[in-house]
C-alpha cells in the first residue's frame, strides 16, 4: 500500500465535487493528467472511462479503485477522492462508494500495482470499522480513518512499507492534521457567462484565473467542443452548462493547477 500512504502524505487526498459516478471519475483523471510527470496528450480519463465500460471497479464496503493502464514507464501513483454523501457506483454489493482511489499503471508497474491492490482488498476485508468512513465529516476525519486502516494493516506488508507505515502513524495527531489537502493542486470554481455579441464574462474569486480566462479567444468554443481547456498549465473543466434567454449560457467550470515542486517541500 506504498502508493496509498504516499497520496495521503503528499496531499492527493479531497473532496470530490460531484457526486455523480462519471463526473467524479472524470475528475480525478483529469487531476491526474495534470500532474507534471503525466507526458502530455495521455487520455487518462478515456482510459478510466474505457476500463469502466469492460468492468465495474468497486470493490465492495463503499470503495472503488479503477485505473488507466498507459503506454509509457514511470512511477505508480494515486489520487483518491471523497464523497461524503456516496456514489451510485452499481458495486456488486449495492453500498455507495465513499471513497474512490484511482491509479495511473505505467507499462513498468503492473505487477507492482497488482500487489498494491491486493493488499488494499485484504486491508478492506480486515479492517474491523470500514464501515465508519461514512460517519466522516471532513478530510480530516478521512485521512484518520485511513491512517487507522493502514495502521491495522501493517502486519500483512513488506518490511519497508511497514517501516513507512509506522513512521508516519508516529507522527503528532496535529502535524498529520494540518498537512494541506492537496499540497500542489489548485482547484478554483469559476462561471463563464457567453451570449451572441456579448464577450465572455468570467466570474471567479481567483484574479489571476480571471485574466488568464479572459485572455483565451476561443475559450468557449472549446468548452462546448471538448468540455475542456487546457493551456499555460491551467486545465479548465466543463461541470454543466444552463441555457438562458436571449442566447445566453452559463458555463459551471473548475480551473485546477498543478505547482509542481511542492511535494519536496512537504513535512516530514
Known sequence: METFLDAIQEGRLFELPENDKTRALQFLAHVIEAFPETPAGTDVVGLV???EETANTGLGKGWACPHARVPYEGDLMCVIGWSPAGIDYQAFDGQPVSLIVMHVVPNNQRSRYLKEISLLAKALSTYPDVGKVKEAKNLDDVRLYLLDMIESARKAATPDVRARMITLQTKPAGLIQTLPEISNLIIEPASIIAGPDLKPIILAQNPTLIEYLEKIPDLVEKLEKDGL??????RVLKRSVSVYQKGRVVY?????????GTFNNMPS
Open 252 to 260: 459551471d467550470c473548475l480551473a485546477i493547477k498543478i505547482i509542481a
Open 229 to 234: 481547456y487546457q493551456d499555460g498549465g491551467w
Open 49 to 51: 472511462l474505457k476500463r
